[in-house]
């Protein structure tokens, strides 16, 4: 009896990282965008070095999360402008990511920021994926993905032209509104900060900017910041150790006008009993009373 072999086709494996492309040939639409991004991830790295001693976390920057396959491939993925995920390796296998592929990693973002060149509509839109009446794939909004697909639990949305930032937590399977605390900023409680907007100067750009603050209002500093902090706490260092030196050195020289008051007080009464002495007079008896 002879065995029949029958050849089994199994479906090729989910694509990883590497075989998926990294952009999508479209480009950056404001000049804000990058200088953002750095500021934001700048300002941040001490607080995750702390929460991450052993380094397991990753910051995309304008890059792919690819939530399912299509062809072609890039359909598949939404780039948010900045986003953070927790307790992964940076690398892969030895190599840089060049996307973040959701069914290779399992875990979402814990939140995500959009920089919105025009009135946020895109970044605010809740189409659904579905399928047309022409049998076509209907492309579903960036908003829907976020919260019914990848279930980012923070999402936020800064409108560059307007100033407008709002700011949406995942609750009860949908996005809510968050309300600004009393500061005006939003509490993101599981990275024990606050996002908010802050203006100022940054790369030679003088406006409002998304920046994060600690749970007590403290704006946190990026590193050009914190360096010259540290030069002002130097500086100032060095400018309380010359007060002390010349404090020191007055209380010195008061020290020594004292010793020579003295003295002189010493010579003066050794004189005035000299002359008493010439004159018959003891200056050391008891004078009678």
Not at 44 to 54: I, M, S, T
Not at 156 to 164: L, P, R, T, V
Not at 224 to 245: F, G, H, M, N, V
Request: contains cysteine; hydrophobic residues 30%; charged residues 30%.
């Amino acid at each position: 009896m002879s065995e029949t072999v029958t050849d089994i086709n199994l479906p090729a494996p989910f694509p990883d990282h590497t075989q998926l492309p990294e952009e999508d040939g479209t480009f950056v639409k404001n000049f804000q965008e990058h200088p953002q991004s750095i500021l934001l991830t700048d300002s941040l790295g001490p607080v995750l070095e702390a929460r991450h001693p052993d380094g397991q976390y990753c910051i995309g920057q304008d890059s792919g999360i690819y939530w399912r396959e299509t062809d072609p491939p890039e359909k598949g993925a939404e780039a948010p402008d900045w986003f953070y995920v927790p307790n992964v390796p940076q690398n892969l296998d030895g190599e840089v990511r060049r996307s973040y592929v959701l069914w290779r990693e399992l875990r979402a973002p814990l939140i995500a920021l959009e920089f919105a060149s025009g009135n946020g509509a895109e970044e605010r839109d809740r189409t659904p994926l579905g399928v047309s009446m022409e049998g076509k794939t209907v492309k579903p909004g960036k908003f829907w993905v976020y919260e019914q697909i990848i279930r980012i639990p923070y999402y936020g949305i800064y409108e560059i032209k307007s100033g407008q930032l709002e700011v949406y937590h995942l609750t009860d399977f949908s996005y809510q509104m968050i309300e600004p605390n009393e500061r005006g900023h939003y509490p993101i409680v599981p990275m024990g900060v606050e996002l908010g907007l802050w203006q100022g100067t940054y790369q030679n750009q003088n406006q409002f900017w998304l920046r994060w603050w600690d749970l007590e209002g403290n704006l946190l500093l990026i590193g050009s910041e914190r360096a010259e902090l540290e030069k002002q706490r130097t500086e100032q260092e060095k400018q309380r150790a010359e007060q002390e030196k010349q404090r020191a050195e007055q209380e010195k020289q008061r020290a020594e006008q004292e010793k020579q008051r003295a003295e002189a007080a010493e010579r003066k009464a050794a004189r005035l009993a000299e002359r008493l002495r010439s004159l018959g007079i003891d200056p050391d008896a008891e004078a009678d009373i």
